[in-house]
């Protein structure tokens, strides 16, 4: 992959986790002048700001398509009783810029409420930061303190938000303004977007929203909203302002047939935009099925789609839309340029480094700082620190003597587990001599981490079948790995929803749109699945696949298939067993080498709510194990049924020689055994002489 692509990778990964980690994103009905109002929260709880100086940081985005009135900031606060007014003060930053200081003042009442306008002249497009800075004194003499008192603090309330009103430019006809809207961030959280198929969906069909959904899901910012893929139904659609319909030509209603016009839809595939009953419609067809297959894989392609300033496309059977296959580095440079970080106290960079779901870091990798720093530090507490996922691996002391140019080196630990993307964060602890006593002022103290930086692992791929490791081995180095889904022969509301959800998840860990996805149905034949990982979705009456399993599943069947039984994990009584949904994922039981998720219940609403703990992250790390049984009361009992694997070497040999550091050790620790068997051997032969010349003199 070149570098291009990597940081666009990581960029996409510091949005959404910036987004997903500072609360939720807040949208509100128009309002009289058509007007709407989007409200970013702060934090998704209280936060505070604690010692002489803090700062506390939170992105918010502008999309192109926003038409911006005002920007406003609505502080909720409370602050220590011993504020001394006179000196603390809180200043805001926008996109790096102050715009806003104030005194806090003590009032009657704990919270108090501050709005600050924004201005407009500070704003971008896209991404935006705003920042808070506090500087809080509680003592008005020149005394000085080195350490931070716990008196001094202001607490923000978890109402604090940035609120944005702003209206939507009028769609210009183009596929590329659709495109960017249709995921955008206030059609996504307001349920406005919808990926539809005609009801009863041929394989095909699903097909190709699978891979139109996975291209919309991996730039989705929200974790905790999907995009949803359902049924072409009248009351599936009646909040939907934003549809993508992808259909065989001859399945789609006589009405979009009319508004499509006389296309060649044999021997080329369609986009087209249609305004339908007050909805922008984007129809995606064709009669052809290989070419409706690659329809959808053009939608999943953003950078095509972006380009498309027309209202239609054709899609030729040789177009090209696939999109460069994912590669990964295992030694990268942290930084392309350097970063400066700025202010007493502590202060850090994170940075993202994309990995496929189904590689993780083996032992002995290694994070390489290249830094220097101010010489007007606190040097007995001055430190660097470097964070794995927000867990330190090391620390150093940074010295006056090395602050023109300092180096350390971290090893990431072997009980450190680091599988799919991850985070690196190097964290600059720039303390000053009494520095509570010092205003603050443009020499403050710096550190600045040089592009030699480097982290350099390696990666193994992770085989085992297990909840923690998924969606693995269902997506392989970034693109879908010979997916087979085999779905009930009735397929009804909750069937879409099912689907839809596991494919929202999948999609985001998706990292193109090539890879192979394969949709039967329940009558599929053996041979089909013996290349594949199935995903099989459905109850035990309307999918042969999880019938003809029965005995190899972890939660069983009884006889007539309306109830679990019980099994060494767990008593299951059959009322209660006849509602609850189940994940289970084992070996295929075509071919050896391959997985199969199970996808159950006796009913539909069972598979569905099993099928909510794989739509999201948050979800997916509530799982454990191999096996996991939910019920409508969100009571969730997870299992590990697989016995745990010894070493799969059969040598520890390999491993050996994989682990330097175990090498280093075991060369260091057989060396010194020698030693000391040698010198055991020389005393012991020395002292049997000595026995001899003494016995040689009486």
Not at 223 to 228: L, R
Not at 380 to 409: C, F
Not at 513 to 542: F, K, M, P, S
């Amino acid at each position: 992959m070149s570098l291009m692509n990597n940081k666009t990778i990581a960029l996409l990964l510091l949005v959404l986790i910036v987004i997903a980690s500072f609360g939720p994103i807040v949208s509100a009905a128009p309002e009289a002048d058509g007007s709407k109002q989007f409200r970013y929260s702060f934090a998704n709880a209280d936060t505070s700001f604690s010692g002489t100086r803090s700062s506390k940081l939170r992105t918010f985005q502008l999309p192109d398509y926003w038409n911006v009135q005002d920007v406003t900031l609505n502080m909720d606060y409370a602050v220590t009783q011993l504020l001394k007014q006179w000196i603390t003060s809180v200043t805001v930053f926008v996109n790096d810029t102050p715009f806003y200081s104030f005194r806090p003042e003590l009032k009657e009442g704990r919270i108090q409420h501050l709005s600050i306008a924004v201005p407009k002249e500070l704003l971008r497009k896209g991404d935006n930061k705003l920042e808070l800075q506090s500087y809080i004194r509680t003592l008005d003499d020149e005394l000085c303190s080195v350490d931070q008192i716990p008196d001094q603090w202001l607490q923000l309330s978890a109402a604090t938000a940035i609120n944005v009103r702003y209206t939507s430019q009028p769609l210009d006809g183009t596929i590329a303004d659709f495109y960017e809207r249709f995921s955008g961030l206030d059609s996504v959280f307001s349920g406005e977007s919808a990926i539809v198929t005609p009801d009863q969906s041929e394989p095909e069909e699903l097909e190709a929203a699978v891979y139109a959904l996975s291209g919309f899901a991996r730039s989705n910012p929200f974790e905790d909203k999907q995009i949803p893929l359902v049924p072409y139904k009248e009351d599936r659609l009646k909040d939907k302002e934003l549809v993508v319909l992808i259909g065989l030509y001859d399945r789609l209603p006589d009405e979009i047939k009319t508004l499509l016009g006389d296309k060649d839809v044999s021997g080329k595939a369609w986009l087209q935009l249609l305004d339908i009953g007050g909805k922008t419609v984007l129809v995606a067809t064709s009669r052809n099925r290989e070419l409706l297959t690659k329809a959808g894989r053009l939608i999943a392609n953003t950078e095509l789609m972006g380009q498309l300033q027309t209202g239609a496309k054709a899609v030729e059977p040789g177009a090209d839309v696939a999109m460069p296959k994912p590669a990964f580095r295992t030694h990268m440079a942290l930084t392309a340029t350097g970063d400066e970080l700025k202010g007493a106290g502590y202060t850090e960079k994170t940075y993202f480094v994309p990995l496929p779901v189904n590689r993780t870091v083996v032992n002995d990798g290694e994070i390489r700082l290249h830094f220097r720093y101010a010489q007007n530090l606190d040097f007995n507490r001055a430190l660097v620190t470097v964070y794995v996922n927000q867990t330190p691996i090391g620390s150093k002391h940074l010295t006056r003597e090395l602050a023109d140019g300092d180096t350390a080196v971290f090893t990431i630990p072997s009980d450190l587990t680091v599988s799919g993307n991850f985070s690196v964060t190097v964290g600059f602890d720039l303390r000053q001599v009494e520095a509570a006593c010092l205003a603050p002022q443009s020499n403050s103290p710096w550190a600045y981490t040089t592009n030699e930086s480097m982290i350099d692992f390696r990666t193994k791929d992770r085989t085992e079948l297990l909840f923690g490791y998924y969606p693995s081995p269902f997506i392989r180095d970034g693109i879908y790995n010979r997916v087979g889904v085999v779905l009930p022969q009735k397929r009804d509301d909750y069937t879409y929803e099912t689907f839809s959800n596991l494919f929202n998840l999948l999609g985001k860990n998706v990292g193109g749109n090539t890879g192979d996805v394969t949709v039967y149905g329940d009558d599929v034949r053996a041979d089909d699945l013996q290349d594949r990982n199935i995903i099989a979705i459905g109850t035990y009456e309307d999918n042969a696949v999880i019938r003809t399993s029965n005995d190899k599943l972890y939660f069983q069947y009884d006889g007539t298939g309306g109830s679990f039984l019980s099994n060494e994990k767990m008593s299951i009584d059959p009322e209660y067993g006849s509602r609850v949904g189940t994940l289970q994922l084992l070996d295929s039981p075509y071919a050896a080498g391959n997985a199969m998720l199970v996808v159950t219940g006796a009913r539909s609403e069972s598979y569905y709510l099993a099928s909510k703990l794989l739509a999201n992250e948050k979800g997916k790390w509530s799982l454990y194990g191999d096996g996991v049984l939910t019920d409508k009361d969100g009571i969730l009992r997870a299992f590990r049924f697989k016995k745990e694997a010894g070493d799969r070497s059969g040598s520890f040999l390999p491993e050996l020689l994989v682990r330097r550091d175990v090498l280093r050790f075991s060369v260091a620790g057989g060396t010194t055994m020698i030693v000391v068997l040698v010198s055991l051997l020389l005393l012991t032969r020395k002292h049997r002489k000595k026995r001899k010349k003494r016995g040689g003199r009486r």
